[in-house]
């Protein structure tokens, strides 16, 4: 099983849509969570960190699991601006960190 | 806004030679890190750094990679002989705290080409 999957998409949205999508992670002794954005050829860029309570920022919405293992993010009101590839990335206890594939969203005018 | 810088941004090589690929992390910065993605894949952990020593690494830094930092500003990485599989593109991240709860900021790559 991979340390942190994701639904790679593409997730197709019209501007102004809400868009979600979820990472799993298969270590259920992580510590540390975090959403980055990678445009393509770019570098990644924190978009935030995912606190256990959940956090927003924004448009943005985190949420953490733990029972399940999972993390997820959402879009309210979906600009162009948003079209990339978010990242999934997890820490470890054993001092790992793993990014998974990403997952692509494309937002259309 | 204080940005991680890496030089060159295009490096071809041929396989067997020896790269060094070179950071500026962001000054107030004490983490340093080095990842590679492979046209295509997911990032991948290379190597963390911290107090002028490797704090982590991956399975993936063998012998073949070693890291410096030779003064207070640049962060190196260097590959002794290169190999095809090592075409990637390689970033450099800096951060003010480890990676259990700090922010990273990743610098815009270097691409590697082995030939």
């Known amino acids: 099983r991979k340390e942190v999957e994701q639904d790679p998409g593409p997730f197709n949205v019209p501007e102004g849509a809400t868009v979600a999508f979820n990472c799993t992670y298969s270590n259920s002794a992580s510590q540390s969570f975090f959403w980055y954005r990678q445009d393509c050829r770019k570098e990644p860029k924190l978009l935030m960190s995912v606190y256990s309570s959940g956090n927003e920022d924004g448009r943005f919405t985190a949420q953490l699991n733990r029972a399940s293992q999972y993390i997820s993010l959402l879009i309210r009101d979906s600009k162009l601006s948003d079209s990339a590839t978010y990242l999934c990335v997890v820490f470890s206890n054993d001092y790992k960190l793993s990014f998974g594939a990403g997952t692509t969203v494309t937002v259309r005018a | 806004e204080p940005e991680v810088t890496q030089t060159p941004s295009h490096q071809v090589t041929q396989m067997g030679q020896e790269v060094i690929l070179r950071c500026v992390p962001i000054s107030n910065h004490l983490y340093f890190y080095w990842y590679r993605q492979i046209l295509g894949q997911k990032v991948e952990f290379l190597v963390s750094f911290y107090n002028n020593e490797i704090s982590e690494k991956s399975e993936i830094f063998d012998d073949q990679f070693s890291v410096e930092r030779p003064d207070g500003s640049n962060f190196t990485l260097k590959i002794r002989s290169t190999k095809l599989e090592d075409s990637a593109m390689y970033f450099c991240?800096?951060?003010?705290?480890?990676?259990?709860?700090?922010?990273?900021?990743f610098g815009p790559g270097t691409r590697l080409t082995v030939t």
């Open positions: 991240a800096s951060g003010t705290g480890d990676m259990l709860g700090g922010e990273q900021y």
